[in-house]
């Protein structure tokens, strides 16, 4: 049995996955391919789709069903998004027959990718993010392969669009919320938000009319920050264009630093509210979360300080292109198969030595094929290479999880900066996380055990902090990625042969992509990317290709 699912149909984040009888067997975004960043130029992933069936070895006529991840019936008259003959065009699929289409509801389809992927067999489940179809957030109680929505927020209230429209306020896009994170460390939280109120009985609530349009929303907001006195010298006078204003700032006033701060604290101080809430609702001490917010790291953080749960599992794609996922797995679990836990998100193309070698031939390339790839690389970091790693199957998620990943040496001093600057071309004041050995991230951090996906914020030791300071935030925080030989057998070796040789069992991560692009997926996007950046080395499977000049 074949479901394909679908993710994006609102103009962002689109995203396919293939599941065969309960388990994940492509996940492909769309952005990985189309390289453009959240694919805002797509209304659906035709080349997502594509990837997940070549990946498969199959064609269309073999998926028994389609699961869309938005259901057309419940969207206000606010949107439109095409229907299944636009999407799957004969002439573009070339099927027989198309298969049955499957409409699931936006947050049930977030509630889905978490819970039947868990490994729970009962969770609280919580889905925070923009708006859904008529929702911003949605509480569900999961239990088997039932999934029992307990209340919900309406879509004119949104924390996650709160969050997003502070964000370009400051200048960013409003798809830049990870921006707004790693600023916020930097300011104090002294500013309230009035409209926004913590609540017994749903958690939060946002003073709005809700007959107001949602693409007005970003109007009550911007009129709010200014009334507070924040300057708006970043935000676009035309409120309307707010949405897209995106600028190239990169130094703020203390008062911009301190909106951050206040505008990151509110957001956790409603999130966590809300799980209170649910577990009072449901008595359930496992909690699952997806939804774009499910995405802030030190709102997670400080979350799993708090011992309001027992245990927790964050979708690692929590934002829409993870709706893919949860659409086919709720199919899936209504047609009787049980969902198999989460393992691991290299669920990507990959790509032999051999059309690796076949491509640096025809590009005239100089390259050598190593034998000991994670000996030398590990000699590499430790002389203050920055390498691009490109292994295996490819992730999803936001995150890179040491198969297209940029890598360094967290305790060279000032690899921070040199990485943002000089390699990323990015932001100077966003930070970097490790991926560290999962059996030795105790002595380096506190309150962890695991961290498979880099989805946690936590405090760095404070004995440890200037041994690594190029994996260490402003605040003393890290969000550390924890790797075992099962779940990534040539990037654990890796890490292993730098601690036997440094001491130090963990290298700095970041994404395999430089400012404004999306992470990279085959190895002519790891070249290009090579060769456009201060990047020192480029590792392909078992082959190295090195700048002509390194420093």
């Not at 499957?102 to 969770?123: C, I, K, P």
């Not at 009072?280 to 799993?304: D, E, H, K, M």
């Not at 590990?378 to 936001?398: D, H, K, M, N, T």
């Not at 060279?412 to 040199?418: E, F």
Request: one cysteine or more; hydrophobic letters at 40%.
């Amino acid at each position: 049995m074949y479901v394909l699912g679908i993710a994006g149909l609102l103009g962002h984040d689109a995203a396919a996955c293939l599941m065969q009888d309960g388990e994940i067997i492509a996940m492909v975004e769309e952005e990985r391919l189309s390289r453009v960043p959240h694919s805002l130029d797509k209304y659906h992933p035709r080349l997502a789709i594509e990837e997940c069936l070549k990946i498969a070895n199959i064609q269309l006529d073999d998926v028994d069903y389609i699961a869309l991840s938005w259901d057309n019936s419940l969207l206000p008259d606010r949107v439109n998004i095409p229907d299944a003959s636009v999407i799957f065009s004969k002439r573009e699929f070339q099927y027989k027959t198309l298969p049955k289409i499957e409409t699931v509801n936006h947050h049930l389809a977030h509630a889905a990718s978490s819970f039947y992927f868990s490994g729970f067999d009962e969770a609280s489940v919580l889905v925070v993010d923009g708006a859904g179809e008529d929702s911003a957030t949605t509480m569900y109680y999961g239990k088997g392969s039932n999934l029992k929505k307990i209340k919900s927020i309406d879509y004119i209230e949104s924390l996650g669009e709160f969050y997003s429209l502070a964000t370009a306020y400051l200048g960013f896009s409003i798809h830049d919320a990870g921006k707004m994170m790693g600023l916020a460390p930097y300011g104090k939280p002294i500013y309230s938000f009035p409209r926004i109120k913590l609540d017994n009985e749903f958690g939060y609530r946002i003073d709005v009319s809700h007959n107001i349009r949602m693409d007005k929303i970003r109007n009550v907001y911007a009129k709010d920050f200014i009334k507070m006195g924040i300057d708006p010298r970043y935000m676009s006078r035309e409120y309307d264009q707010l949405f897209f204003r995106h600028s190239n700032v990169t130094e703020f006033s203390q008062q911009h630093l301190d909106f951050s701060a206040s505008v990151q604290k509110t957001l956790e101080d409603c999130y966590i509210n809300l799980v209170k809430v649910l577990v009072n609702n449901t008595r359930c001490r496992n909690l699952c979360l997806s939804g774009g917010v499910a995405l802030n790291c030190t709102a997670n953080g400080r979350l799993s300080r708090m011992g309001l749960v027992d245990d927790m599992f964050i979708q690692p794609a929590a934002h829409d292109a993870g709706t893919a996922i949860g659409a086919a797995a709720y199919v899936m679990a209504q047609l009787g198969y049980k969902i198999s836990p989460i393992k691991n998100t290299y669920k990507g193309n990959s790509f032999k030595n051999d059309k690796i070698i076949k491509l640096l031939d025809h590009l005239g390339m100089n390259y050598v094929h190593s034998s000991d790839i994670s000996g030398q690389i590990s000699e590499y970091l430790g002389r203050g290479y920055v390498i691009g790693w490109f292994q295996g199957a490819a992730e999803y998620g936001p995150r890179a999880l040491g198969n297209r990943s940029i890598i360094a040496d967290p305790t060279r001093p000032g690899i921070r900066d040199y990485v943002n600057n000089k390699v990323k071309l990015r932001e100077p004041f966003r930070p970097f996380g490790p991926s560290v050995l999962e059996s030795e991230v105790g002595e380096w951090f506190e309150n962890i055990n695991q961290s498979r996906y880099m989805l946690k914020a936590v405090q760095v030791k404070e004995e440890k902090r200037k041994k690594i300071e190029g994996a260490v935030h402003v605040d003393g925080s890290s969000r550390p990625q924890t790797v075992t030989a099962e779940s990534n057998p040539r990037y654990y070796d890796l890490i292993e042969s730098f601690y036997k040789k440094s001491g130090v069992p963990m290298v700095l991560n970041t994404s395999f992509n430089l400012r404004g692009e999306a992470m990279v997926y085959t190895p002519y996007d790891a070249i290009r990317t090579f060769y456009t950046s201060a990047l020192d080395v480029l590792v392909m499977e078992d082959i190295i290709v090195k700048k002509r000049v390194l420093k």
